[in-house]
């Protein structure tokens, strides 16, 4: 088992930064994939980023070149720096973790443990 809780959501005016941190707990030491989606209303849950082995990383095409994924596998935690963010980056961010060794990092039916979401909200 896999615990993970986001943290680091609020409130941004566009073109603002936020940081998002994802805290693991529990069987950490089989992760494969961890991974950033994120859900707006009436919307279906979107991918942003993946982080898999050391310097490996993949980013959905909307939020390339201003987002980034990082992981610290020492303390157990994994960062999504956004910048530049826009209204439409607004939706509930989610931490996702996978211990299968292979599939599409894109794909949520990848990921075995899901956080349960924070809210991000691109607004002047």
């Known amino acids: 088992q896999v615990q993970l809780v986001e943290s680091g959501g609020g409130v941004v005016q566009p073109g603002g930064s936020l940081k998002l941190s994802c805290a693991a707990s529990?069987?950490?030491?089989?992760?494969?994939?961890m991974g950033w989606f994120r859900q707006a209303p009436g919307k279906e849950r979107e991918f942003v980023a993946a982080?898999?082995?050391?310097?490996?990383?993949d980013y959905g095409e909307s939020v390339k070149g201003r987002f980034t994924i990082s992981r610290d596998r020492a303390a157990n935690m994994m960062y999504l720096q956004m910048n530049i963010l826009k209204p439409e980056d607004t939706a509930v961010y989610y931490c996702?973790?996978?211990?299968?060794?292979?599939?599409?990092?894109?794909?949520?039916?990848?990921?075995?443990?899901w956080g349960s979401g924070t809210q991000v909200t691109v607004s002047a």
């Open positions: 996702a973790a996978s211990l299968k060794y292979f599939g599409s990092w894109s794909r949520t039916g990848l990921y075995d443990y």
């Open positions: 529990g069987q950490t030491f089989d992760i494969q994939y």
């Open positions: 982080t898999w082995s050391v310097g490996s990383s």
